[in-house]
Structure formats: C-alpha cells, structure tokens
C-alpha cells in the first residue's frame, strides 16, 4: 500500500481548474453510463414520456449518488491511483484534491442526493440510492477489488442500480421488468470491464488488484467474455414477453446482441491463435451495444406498434 507521502503536493489551483477536478472525482465519463440506463427505464415505466422534471429530478439526483460513490472510490484507492499508469492523472493522485477535501465532497455528495430523493421523487428511490454508494464503496472497492479476481462480477451490481432507480422513481415500486434489465447490466459487466484490464493487466499487476485479465491468460478471459456476452443477450430478449415489448426494441435487441456476441468470438479466436486481440474494440463495442439497448428501451414505448 503506498502511504501519503506517495500522493503529490497539494498544488494551489485557480477556481476554475479546482471546479474541473472536483467534477473529475465524480468519473463524469461513467456516469454518463449509468444515467444511460436511468431514462430509457423511466419511459418505460411510464409508458410514454413522464413529466420532465421528475426526469430532471431523478438524472440529478442520480448524478450526485452515482459521483459520491466514485469520489468515495477515488478516496479509498489513492495509493493504488499513484502507481497506475490510467489513473496517474486522477485529481487525488495530483494534489489538485486533498484526500480530505475529496472525503468531504463524496460524504456531502451522498447525503444531499439521499436527501434530494425523498423529497423529490420517494423513499424507495432514495433508498436504492443509498444501497448502490454503500455496495461500490464497501462491497466492490472495500472487500472484492483487492482480494479476487470475482470482484467486478459482483462489484459491478452498483452500477445496476440505476435501473431500479428510474423505474422507483416514477412508479414507487419494483417489477419484473427492472429486475430484468438490472440484471442485463449485471451480466454485461463483466465482458465490458475484462477486455479494459486485459488492455491494462499490467497496472494491475504492479499494483496486486487481481482483475481477471491481469491474473488469467487471454483465452481465459477471451472465453469468459463469450459466455458473460451470450448470457446477457439472452437476458435482454427476456424483456420482450416480461413487458411486452415491440418490433424496434425486439429488432434491437437481437440485432445489435448478435454483433457484441461476434466481437466477443472475435477476441477469443484471436486470442487462442496468439494474435494482437484488441481488447478495446470489445470494450468500446460493449458501451455501443448497451446505448443500443437501452435507447430501444425508450423509444419502443412510445411507438404505436
């Protein structure tokens, strides 16, 4: 574990640049993943378009949970962040945020979206909210990241919740729907992380987190991928009898399934013959397939047929 004295300086900053490495803390980039999930599950649990500031209200909200959790991360894995070549650069790692000062803002973040929660939407929603900042936090980065190579199987259900959270949001209650896509996402996390820690196994190695593409060899995780792929796939069609979808979300769903699952052999082909396997175009391709997915989600509701 590296120590304090590891981190850079704390650097005096002007506001501007403080404002953008407070943001950093918040991991903008997969938060923008998650609240892809939220509105297209809104839309569905309505049926059509709910009020736009029960939407405004449910994506902000899950904005500050979803950055609590990932400054609350930041926090916990500084030591590791300074000895990573991804994430040398965090704000944490670079002085440009005290480890106090992101302790606070994560801490501040996860009360005022508890608190934003109940009061604009419901308790089940802030409550969901809740569960998904205590499982990243102590469930993945605390207890599964460091110890095995399972840790984004399971770590990764924090990232399902905002699934649960749209749909509690509009409807103050839970189905077989959500469930449904919460496990989607569950299942397609893994084929979507493992080709990124496969690009970067040997960060991974260095710092002793062991991610399965840092700890098994190609064809290993190239297989897993495959199976995690098809499962997720399968899962997805799933929805189409649940909640009754339509021609565009069915069409979709199958479509844009049946290219991730060819991505998938892909990468496993090339790995058994020991070629270049080009993990990122899985990992990219895995975000493409989900936007697909779920913006099928949205707009299948809305269709008359």
Known sequence: MQTEAALAEPRH???????LAYVELTKPRVMELLLVTTIPVMILAQGGFPNIWLILATVFGGAMSAGSAAAYNMY??????AR????????IVTGEVSPRGALVFATILGVVSTV???VTTNLLTAGLSVAAILFYVFVYTIWLKRRTSQNIIWGGIAGCFPVLIGWAAVTNSLSWAP???????FLWTPPHYWPLSMKY?????RVGVPML???????VVGL????????TVVCSLLLVPVAHMGIVYTVAAASSGAWFIYETHRLYHLAIKGQDVSPMRVFQGSITYLTILFLAVAVDPLLPF
Do not use: K
């Open 116 to 118: 934003w929660f109940a």
């Open 84 to 91: 990573m070549h991804r994430t040398e650069n965090r704000p």
């Open 76 to 81: 916990i894995d500084r030591d590791i962040d």
């Open 13 to 19: 900053i002007g506001l501007g640049r403080t404002i």
């Open 201 to 205: 196994q040997d960060d991974y190695r």
């Open 213 to 219: 593409g840092a700890v098994r060899g190609q064809a």
């Open 179 to 185: 469930v449904i896509l919460f496990a989607v996402v």
């Open 224 to 231: 897993q991928v495959i199976l995690y792929a098809w499962a």
